[in-house]
């Protein structure tokens, strides 16, 4: 059973950077698939990106790529979302979700575990 624990949500001005963390413990399997997923007022969530623990395999959304990065620290058991040129469409509650590395990386269906959320705000 995964425990996922997210933080570095907050507000910053469009164009700017911001780093997600998504602290990972509890029993975990030698593969396991992170991703994270956002949910604005109105919104159905949205998965963003995706990363294979500990291979670092990476998925991303299409409104993403090129402007966010997904990366993981085994060490630290930390999986990170560097978030660049950030736009104020971006704002949204930011979630990480844990499940196996098989099925679909959008579907928030397929993930069994899920951290409580971090906000991020793009706004001047």
């Known amino acids: 059973q995964l425990q996922l624990v997210e933080s570095g949500g907050g507000l910053v001005q469009p164009g700017g950077s911001l780093r997600i963390s998504c602290a990972v413990s509890?029993?975990?399997?030698?593969?396991?698939?992170i991703g994270w997923f956002r949910q604005s007022p109105g919104k159905e969530r949205e998965g963003v990106s995706s990363i294979v623990s500990p291979y670092g395999s990476a998925n991303y959304a299409d409104s993403v790529k090129g402007r966010f990065t997904i990366s993981t620290d085994s060490a630290k058991n930390t999986v990170y979302l560097q978030m660049d040129s950030l736009k104020p469409e971006d704002t949204a509650v930011y979630y990480c979700?844990?499940?196996?590395?098989?099925?679909?990386?959008?579907?928030?269906?397929?993930?069994?575990?899920w951290g409580r959320g971090t906000q991020v705000t793009v706004s001047s």
């Open positions: 979700a844990g499940k196996g590395v098989l099925g679909n990386w959008r579907d928030p269906r397929a993930y069994r575990y």
């Open positions: 509890g029993l975990r399997p030698d593969y396991y698939m």
